[in-house]
């Protein structure tokens, strides 16, 4: 499975931004696919979580009520949409997908950065 992430940029921060993952090869195989974000100087964290099965999703805490995730699964594709972006949000933002659960996430896409100005 390839993911390709796609919409970073600059947004100053309340804007809003939609992020795409694109997947291809094999796809159907996958459990759900999900967004992780890493900061300059910290560890990668999980944002949030889309279910294929049941199209459930599960977000982090700090992500909650300003990020929704969707997805089409015709078109392999999952959406990231940010709104009221704050400055703690900048990030390179990753795609990712798990074929089995969520706690073990298999592939991964090369990131797009988000950078939110105060």
């Known amino acids: 499975v390839q993911l390709q992430a796609s919409g970073g940029g600059l947004v100053q921060a309340g804007a809003s931004l939609r992020l795409s993952c694109a997947a291809s090869?094999?796809?159907?195989?996958?459990?759900?696919m999900g967004w992780f974000r890493q900061a300059p100087g910290k560890e990668r964290e999980f944002v949030a979580v889309?279910?294929?099965?049941?199209?459930?999703?599960y977000y982090a805490d700090s992500v909650k009520g300003r990020f929704t995730i969707s997805g089409d699964r015709a078109k392999n594709t999952v959406y990231l949409q940010m709104n009221n972006v704050k400055s703690e949000d900048t990030a390179v933002y990753y795609c990712?997908?798990?074929?089995?659960?969520?706690?073990?996430?298999?592939?991964w896409g090369q990131g797009t950065l988000v950078t939110v100005s105060s």
């Open positions: 990712a997908a798990t074929v089995d659960s969520d706690a073990v996430w298999n592939y």
């Open positions: 090869g094999g796809t159907s195989s996958t459990y759900g």
């Open positions: 889309i279910r294929w099965n049941d199209s459930s999703s």
